[in-house]
């Protein structure tokens, strides 16, 4: 009896986490970045662990050529030819990591928000897809940030660095909580923002609040009724197949 249980309990877990996963997917491709389900680590913020040069020449591996760019760069990070060039070279290469910081730093030499936030949207779906060290997720973490924070600073009621910023705190920092408050924040702005609905409702499922995790899916689905992943998930929790 108890082992029927239990392997009954591991099945809906089962289902769920698939999903989970497939919520996540179909939103990925949709909104262009990357989403994880459950925060990775608390980490911390020492200078020594913000590293993006040693991150850019890992990224470059043995082409010389690239690393002599990077190295141009860490002496004048305000050379318009060489972030140029960086970008350029992410874009042929499809190295990420590369645009996230050549638009960084030119988003902050022309004082363009556009270029600040599409930044920080690669740099945080850099970090999801980089299954290198704690360290590099730090300096993920916090090029991500900053980037949302300059343009918050311009725009404190930009919804999409309100939210970026949140998941990069819970997602890379661990800090559900701040996260939280981020989050529902750019809801108190657009209750129909829907970034914002779905990373709510992943962290009340994660913390078993199922009846606002339901209440936002019945949202969700009503402002994606495309969304199959959605719909079935909100099945689930209606016939109490995940309490």
């Not at 995790?213 to 994606?224: F, G």
Request: hydrophobic share 40%; aromatic share 6%.
């Amino acid at each position: 009896m108890f082992k029927n249980k239990k392997r009954n309990s591991q099945l809906v877990l089962t289902g769920i986490i698939a999903i989970l996963l497939g919520i996540m997917t179909w939103f990925g491709i949709n909104s262009k970045s990357a989403i994880y389900s459950t925060p990775i680590v608390d980490l911390s913020e020492s200078q020594s662990e913000i590293n993006i040069n040693s991150l850019l020449h890992h990224a470059a591996g043995s082409n010389q050529a690239l690393n002599l760019l990077i190295e141009s760069i860490e002496k004048d990070t305000a050379d318009s030819k060489s972030i140029l060039a960086l970008k350029t070279a992410g874009q042929q290469s499809k190295i990420d990591i590369f645009i996230a910081y050549a638009l960084y730093l030119e988003g902050i030499k022309n004082k363009d928000l556009n270029l600040l936030q599409q930044s920080a949207n690669l740099f945080f779906e850099s970090g999801t897809h980089d299954p290198d060290t704690l360290a590099d997720k730090t300096t993920y973490k916090v090029y991500t940030i900053r980037a949302c924070d300059l343009i918050l600073k311009s725009n404190p009621k930009n919804i999409e660095s309100i939210v970026r910023k949140a998941t990069a705190i819970v997602y890379f920092g661990g800090d559900i909580m701040s996260g939280v408050g981020l989050l529902k924040q750019a809801e108190s702005l657009d209750s129909n923002y829907i970034d914002a609905q779905h990373h709510l409702m992943l962290l009340d499922l994660q913390s078993g609040q199922y009846k606002k995790a339901e209440k936002r899916l019945k949202k969700l689905v009503h402002l994606q009724p495309e969304n199959q992943q959605y719909s079935d998930l909100l099945l689930k929790l209606e016939t109490q197949q995940i309490k």
